[in-house]
């Protein structure tokens, strides 16, 4: 089986290292490797893997997707938007190709450990065949057997982990102005009702000036406002969500496009004129 990685990135080189080490492996990516092709690549493989920045880099795949083989499989890692896979998956073309949507959960030190998590959306038939290459990386969930389940159970977890980052921040800061110390208050949390994997993995980082610089802020905002979106489209109440997006695209105002998926923490700090750190 020979294998095509679109996207060289944090997360796509050892994603590519790791499949190179059981497959071969072709690769390519636009800055790392600007002299080649994505539609050389993707008509000279079995397996097409994307692992691209966003849904609007996927938006953009049309003309790769048709370079791609009879009897192919396009295997799509990207956090992503379900309307966009959905779409390309209908295309024509992809009538003859298999298509599975496996966004992923855990950052690079995961992906360099093998230790990834993937939710898949795909027919049976399908997700049979990504399964190898799905499990040479991490453990997999199977949402839904439409391409676009796995996206969006990723993007609603996300919802959930940036929510927890403001409404966490919050009680912090609240809990700190009353008398009563951070690191007091995580081990309350902790153990009682409020506890998450934010708490458990992420919190002590944030406590200690960490803004987990893994993801971009940019790419945070953007994944709140597809979910926005789909919420519009699905006439579901998106209230409280629609907060926690405003004070993102508050903080990516305040501290531009950089790495940092908590600087929402940071911009409540500075509102408060605190810091949670000591």
């Known amino acids: 089986m020979r294998i095509g990685v679109l996207g060289l990135g944090r997360m796509g ?3 590519a ?9 072709l690769t390519y990516d ?13 008509a000279s493989v079995d397996v097409l893997v994307t692992v691209l920045p966003g849904a609007a880099e996927v938006a953009e795949l049309g003309p790769v997707l048709a370079a791609l083989r009879p009897g192919s499989l396009w295997l799509d890692l990207t956090s ?10 209908a295309l024509p073309k992809m009538q003859e190709i298999d298509v599975v949507g496996a966004p992923m959960a855990g950052g690079p030190s995961a992906a360099e450990a093998n230790l990834l998590r993937f939710h898949v959306g795909g027919t049976a038939a399908a997700v049979a065949r990504a399964r190898p290459v799905l499990e040479a990386l991490g453990s997999v969930e199977v949402v839904g057997d439409d391409v676009g389940d796995g996206h969006t159970a990723k993007l609603l ?7 927890q980052v403001v409404a966490v921040t919050e009680a912090l800061l609240l809990g700190q102005s009353l008398g009563v110390a951070p690191a007091v208050l995580r081990r309350t949390l902790a153990g009682g009702a409020a ?6 993995e992420y919190l002590d980082r944030l406590l200690e000036g960490d803004y987990a610089e893994t993801f971009g802020l940019d790419r945070v905002v953007e994944e709140l406002d597809t979910l926005a979106s789909l919420a519009g489209d699905e006439g579901v109440p998106f209230e409280l969500s629609a907060l926690v997006a405003r004070l993102h695209r508050e903080a990516l105002e305040r501290f531009g496009a950089v790495d940092g998926e908590l600087l929402a923490a940071k911009l409540l700090e500075e509102r408060a004129g605190r810091t949670l750190r000591g």
């Open 13 to 15: 080189a050892p994603i």
């Open 17 to 25: 290292r790791r499949l190179g080490s059981q497959w071969e492996v």
């Open 30 to 42: 636009p800055v790392v490797a600007p002299s080649g092709s994505a539609v050389g690549v993707a």
């Open 80 to 89: 992503g938007d379900p309307r966009v896979t959905r779409r390309l998956a």
């Open 157 to 163: 977890a996300n919802l959930l982990w940036f929510g």
């Open 195 to 200: 506890g998450s994997v934010f708490i458990d």
